[in-house]
Protein backbone atom coordinates (compact mmCIF):
# COMPACT_ATOMS: atom_id res chain seq x y z
CA UNK A 1 0.00 0.00 0.00
CA UNK A 2 3.21 2.40 0.91
CA UNK A 3 4.69 1.54 -2.81
CA UNK A 4 1.46 2.53 -4.13
CA UNK A 5 1.25 5.69 -2.29
CA UNK A 6 4.69 6.72 -3.50
CA UNK A 7 4.12 5.63 -6.87
CA UNK A 8 1.26 8.01 -6.81
CA UNK A 9 3.13 10.96 -5.94
CA UNK A 10 5.85 11.07 -8.31
CA UNK A 11 6.24 14.12 -10.58
CA UNK A 12 4.58 12.78 -13.45
CA UNK A 13 1.40 11.85 -11.28
CA UNK A 14 1.41 15.26 -9.75
CA UNK A 15 1.68 16.65 -13.08
CA UNK A 16 -1.16 14.39 -14.70
CA UNK A 17 -3.55 15.43 -11.75
CA UNK A 18 -3.14 18.73 -12.06
CA UNK A 19 -3.19 19.27 -16.18
CA UNK A 20 -6.23 17.00 -16.09
CA UNK A 21 -7.80 19.21 -13.27
CA UNK A 22 -6.87 22.72 -15.29
CA UNK A 23 -9.11 21.35 -18.63
CA UNK A 24 -11.62 20.20 -16.91
CA UNK A 25 -12.16 23.81 -15.70
CA UNK A 26 -11.64 24.66 -19.19
CA UNK A 27 -13.87 22.97 -20.18
CA UNK A 28 -16.80 23.45 -17.27
CA UNK A 29 -16.06 27.27 -18.18
CA UNK A 30 -16.59 26.75 -22.01
CA UNK A 31 -12.70 28.41 -22.29
CA UNK A 32 -12.48 25.01 -25.02
CA UNK A 33 -14.89 22.54 -26.51
CA UNK A 34 -15.66 19.05 -25.28
CA UNK A 35 -14.04 17.43 -28.72
CA UNK A 36 -10.43 19.67 -27.62
CA UNK A 37 -10.81 18.39 -23.93
CA UNK A 38 -11.33 14.93 -25.56
CA UNK A 39 -8.06 15.14 -27.37
CA UNK A 40 -5.92 17.05 -24.89
CA UNK A 41 -7.31 14.64 -22.17
CA UNK A 42 -6.71 11.32 -24.22
CA UNK A 43 -2.84 12.53 -25.03
CA UNK A 44 -1.89 13.21 -21.39
CA UNK A 45 -3.46 10.20 -19.75
CA UNK A 46 -2.21 7.84 -23.18
CA UNK A 47 1.41 9.26 -22.27
CA UNK A 48 1.00 8.38 -18.68
CA UNK A 49 0.13 5.11 -18.73
CA UNK A 50 2.39 4.40 -21.86
CA UNK A 51 5.49 5.93 -19.87
CA UNK A 52 4.19 3.47 -16.84
CA UNK A 53 4.16 0.30 -19.07
CA UNK A 54 7.94 0.65 -20.38
CA UNK A 55 8.86 1.72 -16.82
CA UNK A 56 7.74 -1.70 -15.57
Request: aromatic share 10%; net charge positive; glycine share 6%.
Amino acid sequence: MKERIARLVTVKSIMTICITAVFCCLSLRGAITAEQFVVIFTTVIGFYFGTQKVKD
